[in-house]
Structures are given as structure tokens and as C-alpha cells.
């Protein structure tokens, strides 16, 4: 360990920059190279391409994440096309892995690949993991402190459009609906800070990431590609990078090497790097999410003029909140005038007077080693990384969940309006962008998770891990406040550690 001590960060999203933000502020010696795969789609780099004003921007932004063979990228699908019979990754994203022999596999699942990562696209819903969501074996006044660190880093904001007269009529008229059955149903904790025309500027990556922008001990390597981590023994001791736009490829040395390249890639390139434990790329979980669309009864809401742009339309935000007994699941609830799908030329609900309200639902799918990502060295991805494929299928335990939250859903819906034509549905597995478990931590090295509490992979020092992979709970919660503050743990450990060599590689 060298007096100022370097980290390599793979991967610029959400958890990535947390570490580079909290290892900058936390150790005065340090550098930090962070390498992105993608390039730069945004200024600042990272920000929530919803927030770019012009919609052909937003485009060209969104097909610039969805990777690099050909022009519409690898399998993302420009704006406004729909291809009948397929499934088509949502804009900003692009699909991948294949159903392993046998299984289904999770069709829909997806990633992105630009600087900021999905953190550039989502949708930025943050509750807070609650019940048996929570990870049991982090300490829970330490954990409820990681959190709040987490809300700060994203700018999450509890009280979004609390000043819209349309939030509050769709918060009053769903919470009477769940009343008696003591469900909360509150405003939607969402990444974003008010806009003073009453919309939101919604939290990208560059919340977190700007900060250090201007740090001269702080690097970002846009379209830099990790091939393959290097070990000296059991220590990782730094990376192979290939420059994309040029195809060379260097070793670099670092003290430490945090990996936050998503749930999917993450296992892929320890795998690549011959650091294969037994728990790597198993215990894969998603949200089984039911989606459905919902055209407001007329005269429900107060009148909508002067708040939509045509850009952003989302007014208002709900939260029906996760309870053990009563419902289990988190739901969120989303009003625009505009409606999120395209709906047939026929349908009776086209330029609905009163406006949408989209409606997901996503249950909990409980960890099994048998959901896993295969990777096959054999046959390379267009990297030239093992290709992946995913096994992974509901049991009637996740189906049972469904049919429970269809109908808390049927009733959400009943109390505003009907379902457009063609809704609710059961979305293909992959569908919510929220992959979890690969790289679980775990309390002990037992050979069903693949990191120890602080993020740190078992038996090897120098190497940690971030994103939702981590997450080792049957979990319905939106992940990435949960992964940030994930993050914020073991850049805290990691940082403790850099500033004194005297335990590196120790265990708190
Ligand atoms: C449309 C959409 C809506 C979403 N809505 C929500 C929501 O409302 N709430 C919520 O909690 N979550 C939501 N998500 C998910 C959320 O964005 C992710 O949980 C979050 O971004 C994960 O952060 P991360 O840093 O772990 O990974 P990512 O943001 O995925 O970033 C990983 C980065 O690593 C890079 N990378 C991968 N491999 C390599 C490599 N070998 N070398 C270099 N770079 C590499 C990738 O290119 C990528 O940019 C949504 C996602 C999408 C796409």
C-alpha cells in the first residue's frame, strides 16, 4: 500500500460514483480512475436524460447507451418503433444474455451502457426496503444511517408535486380505498429535486458523480472497457483496459479495485478473471412486475392545464407501501396526461380527457441457486467476454404473490378508472431492469453468497463489489437506494482501511 493510494472503479452508474464521492471525500491522498464502458451522452455527464429539454436529444441520447454494434445499437430499438411478436429492451438500454438449455430464461433482461449507467434512465422511485427486505445481518441504527446518507447522495424528495392538485385528488382517492385494510398509500419518494414551474428535475448519476468532477485526483475514462481484473496471489492488484475507440489495451495497478459494472456484467468479468466462487452469477432475482394503465374517470381530478411539458409529463407520484401481512410488495403509481403506451388506433381510451395513471406492481421472487447466469468462455460476447446466459424461472410461490397483487391492483385501478385496452399484464421476466443477487453478500463464507457484509469478496483482498447484485433478500423494493447505500458502507470500510495500511486486508 503506497502513501497515496489509487482505486480503480469499473463502472460510472449510481454505486460506482458513490464510492468515488465518498473514497474522495474520505481519503485526502487518494486518486480514482473510474472506467465506463460507454460513452458521455449527457452534460453534465450521468444527469437523467429526462431532463434533456429537446425529445430528438433525449433520443439520440438514449440509442447512444444501448451499446456499440450498429447503429440502433445491439438490440435496443430507436423511439416509436415496435416490432409485433418480439421483446424489445426499453429505450436507453439494450437486452442481454441468452435462456440457458431448458429454462426460459428472463427475456427482457437488460442493461445500459454509458456513462451514469441505468442511473441515467431510470425512473428514480427510492422507497425504502422495509420488513424482510431488510439485509438482517447489517446493524439496523447503522443501516437506517447508510440509508439516509443514500437519500442525501440522490436527492431523494418525499414530497414530490406535493403542490399539484392532481397528486393530492389520486393520493386521497386511493388511500380511502385501502383505508380499512391499514395499507399506506403516500406520495412516491422519488430521485429528483423541485423545479420552480412545479416539475422536477429528476436525479441522474450526476448528482452524485459532479461533485467530483473537477477533483484533479478524480479520472473518468469514458469508453474504456475492463477485460479482466489482475491478481497477485489471493489480492487483486489492478485491471486490463481495452480503449474502445482504439482497441489497445494496458494493465493497470491499483491498491484497491472496486467493481459497479451491474448485476449482469459484474459476475461476467469476475468470471473472465478466473475468480469464480460458488455463489457467483446464482441466487438471481427480479421483481415479477404486473404493469397496467389506468384512463382516469372523468371529473376525478381537477383540472390539468398549464403543468404538462411535452418532454416530462409525470404529475404525480404514489406509493402503495410494502406490509408484511397486508401487502407485501411495493406499488407505484404514476399520473400523465399522456399515455405511457401506445395504444391501438380503435381503443376507446385514446386521448383520454382526464389523463393515465401507469400502475406496476412488483412482487418478490424468493433466491434460489437454480436462477443463475451461466458464462460460456467458448463462445466470447462481442467483447470478447464469456457469454452469458440466464436460467430462471417463477415458482407458484411468486405466482401465488401475483394473483394477490392483481387484485390490490384491480382495486387501485377500480378507484380511478378502468385498465386501457390491452392491461394490466404479466411483464416478460427481466422487465423491471432490476436484477439482484448475483454477487449476494451474505454473513459467512458458506458458499451461498459471494461477498462478506462490508462488500469485499470472500478470501481475496483489493477487490469490492457494488450495485444490485449485492442484495441478497427477496426483495420487491426499487434497489438503488438500497445498493447506493450499500455503497456508502463499504466506501466507508474501504476508505478506513486506505487510510491506514496497517489493516488492509483486516476485517472490521
Ligand atoms: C428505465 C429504467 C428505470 C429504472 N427505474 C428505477 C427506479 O425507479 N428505481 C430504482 O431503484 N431503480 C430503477 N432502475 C434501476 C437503476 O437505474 C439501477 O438500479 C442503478 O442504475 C444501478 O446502479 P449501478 O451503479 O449498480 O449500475 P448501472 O447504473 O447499471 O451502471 C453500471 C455501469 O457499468 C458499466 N460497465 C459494465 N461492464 C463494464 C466493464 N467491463 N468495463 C467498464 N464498464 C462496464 C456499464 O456500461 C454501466 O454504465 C431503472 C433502470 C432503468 C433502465
Not at 124 to 134: D, H, I, N, Q
Not at 144 to 159: C, F, I, R, S, Y
Not at 310 to 336: C, F, K, N, T, W
Not at 353 to 381: H, I, S, T
Request: glycine share 10%; charged share 20%; with cysteine.
Amino acid at each position: 500500500m503506497t502513501a497515496h493510494p489509487t482505486v480503480l472503479i469499473v463502472g460510472s452508474g449510481p454505486t460506482g460514483a458513490t464510492y468515488a464521492r465518498v473514497l474522495l471525500e474520505q481519503v485526502p491522498s487518494a486518486t480514482v480512475l473510474m472506467v465506463e464502458a460507454g460513452p458521455v451522452i449527457t452534460s453534465p455527464p450521468g444527469m437523467n436524460v429526462k431532463n434533456i429539454p429537446s425529445a430528438d436529444e433525449q433520443a439520440a441520447a438514449r440509442l447512444a447507451s444501448q451499446g456499440r454494434a450498429g447503429e440502433a445499437g445491439v438490440s435496443g430499438i430507436p423511439g416509436g418503433v415496435v416490432v409485433e411478436g418480439t421483446i424489445t429492451a426499453r429505450q436507453g438500454t439494450h437486452l442481454i444474455g441468452r435462456a440457458a438449455e431448458g429454462s426460459p430464461g428472463m427475456p427482457a433482461a437488460a442493461v445500459a451502457t454509458c456513462v451514469g449507467g441505468q442511473g441515467a434512465h431510470w425512473t428514480c422511485a427510492t422507497p425504502r426496503p422495509a420488513g424482510s427486505e431488510r439485509i438482517t445481518f447489517v446493524d439496523e441504527a447503522e443501516w437506517d444511517e447508510h440509508v439516509a446518507t443514500a437519500e442525501g447522495l440522490l436527492h431523494v424528495n418525499k414530497a414530490a408535486f406535493g403542490d399539484s392538485p392532481q397528486a393530492a385528488a389520486i393520493l386521497e382517492r386511493v388511500r380511502e380505498e385501502f383505508a380499512a385494510d391499514g395499507i399506506a398509500v403516500r406520495p412516491l419518494p422519488v430521485a429528483a429535486d423541485p423545479r420552480p414551474d412545479g416539475t422536477l428535475r429528476w436525479s441522474g448519476t450526476d448528482v452524485v458523480l459532479c461533485p467530483v468532477l473537477d477533483d484533479p485526483r478524480f479520472t473518468l475514462r469514458p469508453e474504456t472497457l475492463c477485460v479482466r481484473l489482475v491478481r497477485d496471489g489471493d489480492r487483486v492488484v489492478g485491471a486490463v483496459l481495452r480503449d474502445l475507440s482504439s482497441g489497445v489495451e494496458e494493465e493497470v495497478r491499483a491498491d484497491a479495485v472496486v467493481v459497479a459494472a451491474d448485476a449482469i456484467r459484474t459476475p461476467q468479468l469476475l468470471w473472465a478473471s478466473g475468480i469464480r466462487p460458488a455463489a457467483l452469477g446464482r441466487y438471481l432475482t427480479e421483481h415479477p412486475l404486473v404493469f397496467g394503465v389506468v384512463a382516469v374517470r372523468e371529473g376525478l381530478l381537477p383540472s390539468q392545464q398549464g403543468v404538462a411539458t411535452p418532454v416530462d409529463p409525470i404529475r404525480a407520484v404514489v406509493s402503495i407501501g410494502y406490509d408484511e401481512e397486508r401487502h407485501p410488495y411495493h406499488a407505484q403509481l404514476m399520473y400523465s396526461p399522456v399515455c405511457p403506451v401506445p395504444l391501438p388506433e380503435d381503443s376507446p381510451h385514446r386521448d383520454n380527457p382526464a389523463g393515465y395513471v401507469g400502475m406496476g406492481w412488483g412482487v418478490r421472487k424468493w433466491p434460489r441457486p437454480e436462477d443463475r447466469l451461466f458464462f460460456d468462455d467458448e463462445q466470447p460476447d462481442e467483447n470478447g467476454l464469456p457469454s452469458i446466459r440466464i436460467a430462471y424461472e417463477l415458482t407458484e410461490r411468486e405466482h401465488a404473490e401475483l394473483e394477490r397483487a392483481r387484485a390490490h391492483q384491480a382495486r387501485a385501478a377500480a378507484a380511478l378508472g378502468e385498465f386501457v385496452t390491452g392491461t394490466p399484464v404479466l411483464m416478460p421476466a427481466g422487465s423491471s431492469l432490476h436484477y439482484m443477487g448475483t454477487v449476494r453478500m451474505g454473513p459467512a463464507d458458506d458458499g451461498t453468497c459471494v461477498c462478506d457484509p462490508w462488500s469485499r469478496v470472500w478470501g481475496l483482498s483489493g477487490l469490492v463489489l457494488a450495485g444490485n447484485g449485492l442484495i441478497p433478500t427477496a426483495n420487491s423494493c426499487n434497489p438503488t437506494l438500497t445498493s447506493v447505500a450499500l455503497a456508502v458502507r463499504g466506501a466507508r470500510a474501504l476508505a478506513a482501511e486506505l487510510r491506514d495500511a496497517r489493516v488492509v486486508g483486516a476485517r472490521p
